[in-house]
């Protein structure tokens, strides 16, 4: 990734200017926390690249509850359903050279990944599903990420209380093998409880990150701008924007 080749690189700054440094007590000090530092992100970055746990299919739970919106009343989302998502799109936007608008058609004909993962709500339930869907990294990847984005941000039909929902990653889970857009669970389409008809599986941080019900991938500078600044809709309440597990 190119985040490594930066720490590699700020680590051969560091041991370049510290030579004579190093000659004194202090200075081997200073070197010793310096590669103590740099273990110690490589051992961050190696984990944050580790996939979760992915289970048989006798282990699927025999139903997958909902979860915060379960069927969303605004917006065309009740009509899109009637018309059983047959005109969904979703947009892969922003900082891209190429964006997208995407029919469920496009989606599913691209090449897709299945998994049996387990979600973990921070309310203190967990369930157990099949997921089905072509990885996030697919995507940006035909949309042609542009240098300067830092960020995935998620964006989802349903209004919760007013706000809308929307959810943001950093390109490590953005493009962790895990990431993907699922259009299926257990097999079948995904019930509108669940997120109709695309959701984000982002397997190794909490439940709030997945978001449902998606409409548009949007890749970012800086999450600033976006929602109350804080990269989701419960972090904007006070939840952590990485909720990694
Ligand atoms: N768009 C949207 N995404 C969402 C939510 C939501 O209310 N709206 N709730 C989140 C929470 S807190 C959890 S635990 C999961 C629940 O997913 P489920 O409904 O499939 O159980 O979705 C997450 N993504
Ligand atoms: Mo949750």
Redesign the pocket.
């Known amino acids: 990734m190119k985040r490594r080749g930066f720490l590699a690189v700020l680590g051969a700054a560091f041991v370049a200017g510290c030579n004579k440094v190093a000659e004194t007590n202090a200075g081997s000090k200073l070197l010793g926390a310096a590669e103590k530092w740099h273990e110690g992100a490589h051992r961050f970055l190696t984990d944050r690249k580790a996939l979760a746990p992915e289970y048989p299919r006798s282990a699927i739970s025999s139903y997958?509850?909902?979860?915060?919106?379960?069927d969303p009343q605004n917006g065309d989302y009740p009509q899109q359903a009637a018309d059983n998502f047959d005109n969904w799109r979703l947009e892969v936007r922003g900082l891209v050279d190429n964006p997208m608008s995407l029919s469920l058609d496009n989606i599913r004909r691209l090449p897709q990944r299945t998994q049996v993962t387990r979600?973990d709500?921070?309310?203190g339930w967990s369930?157990i599903g099949e997921w089905t869907g072509p990885q996030l990294s697919v995507l940006l990847d035909a949309a042609k990420l542009r240098p300067e984005a830092r960020f995935v941000v998620f964006r989802?039909a349903?209004n919760?209380n007013g706000a809308d929902?929307y959810e943001s990653v950093d390109l490590i889970d953005a493009y962790h093998p895990q990431t993907i857009v699922a259009h299926r669970l257990n097999g079948e389409p995904i019930p509108v409880?669940?997120?109709a008809p695309l959701?984000m599986r982002i397997e190794r941080q909490l439940?709030?990150k997945?978001?449902?019900?998606l409409t548009a991938i949007e890749a970012v500078a800086s999450l600033d701008d976006i929602g109350e600044g804080n990269g989701g809709?419960?972090e904007d309440r006070g939840y952590q924007w990485y909720a990694g597990i």
Not at 64 to 70: I, K, Q, T, Y
């Open positions: 997958f509850r909902g979860n915060g919106s379960v979600h709500c921070v309310e369930a989802c349903d919760l929902y409880r669940n997120g959701r439940g709030y997945h978001a449902k019900y809709y419960w």
